[in-house]
Nanobody, 115 residues
Framework: QVQLVESGGGLVQPGGSRRLSCAAPGSLFRIYTIAWYRQTPGKERELVATITSGRNTDYADSVKGRFTISRDNAQNTVYLQMNSLKPEDTAVYYC?????????WGQGTQVTVSS
């Protein structure tokens, strides 16, 4: 069992930046592929960014060039640096850890982009 704890959400103005964190204390965090998803009311959960255990990354087209995913295995933490934020980035952001058929979710953190 992996417990994921997201943090860093909040209110940010358009064009601003925010860094989200996903921590998994006491786990074999380094072997998991970690992904950030986001969801708005009435819509399906959308994959935003992924980082593998080998630090390969992938991004949704909507965030390429603006978001950066990274991991610090010593701290059992994955980060999502979000720059040039737009109102359409407003969502609840979820962290997911997966390996083989196992998949774990955090509780989510709200990001609101508004002036």
């Amino acid at each position: 069992q992996v417990q994921l704890v997201e943090s860093g959400g909040g209110l940010v103005q358009p064009g601003g930046s925010r860094r989200l964190s996903c921590a998994a204390p006491g786990s074999l965090f380094r072997i998991y592929t970690i992904a950030w998803y986001r969801q708005t009311p009435g819509k399906e959960r959308e994959l935003v960014a992924t980082i593998t255990s080998g630090r390969n990354t992938d991004y949704a087209d909507s965030v390429k060039g603006r978001f950066t995913i990274s991991r610090d295995n010593a701290q059992n933490t994955v980060y999502l640096q979000m720059n040039s934020l737009k109102p359409e980035d407003t969502a609840v952001y979820y962290c997911n850890a997966r390996i083989s058929v196992m998949s774990y979710w955090g509780q989510g953190t709200q990001v609101t982009v508004s002036s």
